[in-house]
């Protein structure tokens, strides 16, 4: 059974940071891409960041660059999202994403709320 689990979402003053993770089950991690998408009230699901199987190519939104940070360790099935200087406009459900070839699964989401 696939399980993508996310976790260390919550409420932040702006300014501050969180690192999201991603527990993944039922699959073989080290063969997908990871991503992180995110989705605002009211908005479409955004792509926040993509890492590759290996791990040897980023991909970032143009709003997050410098800011947020995509790693993995294939050790753990885990994928993390290292969000810093966090701003109002980065509250949203944030998903964990598994890509390969035609397979694609995502997690169950977690909330990012900035605000003081």
């Known amino acids: 059974q696939v399980q993508l689990v996310e976790s260390g979402g919550g409420l932040v003053q702006p300014g501050g940071s969180l690192r999201l993770s991603c527990a993944a089950s039922?699959?073989?991690?080290?063969?997908?891409?990871m991503s992180w998408y995110r989705q605002a009230p009211g908005k479409e699901r955004e792509l926040v960041a993509t890492?590759?199987?290996?791990?040897?190519?980023?991909n970032y939104a143009d709003s997050v660059k410098g800011r947020f940070t995509i790693s993995r360790d294939n050790a753990k099935n885990t994928v993390y999202l290292q969000m810093n200087n966090l701003k109002p406009e980065d509250t949203a459900v944030y998903y964990c994403?598994?890509?390969?070839?035609?397979?694609?699964?995502w997690g169950q989401g977690t909330q990012v709320t900035v605000s003081s």
């Open positions: 890492l590759t199987s290996a791990g040897g190519s980023t």
């Open positions: 994403n598994a890509r390969r070839w035609q397979y694609v699964y």
């Open positions: 039922g699959f073989t991690f080290s063969r997908y891409a």
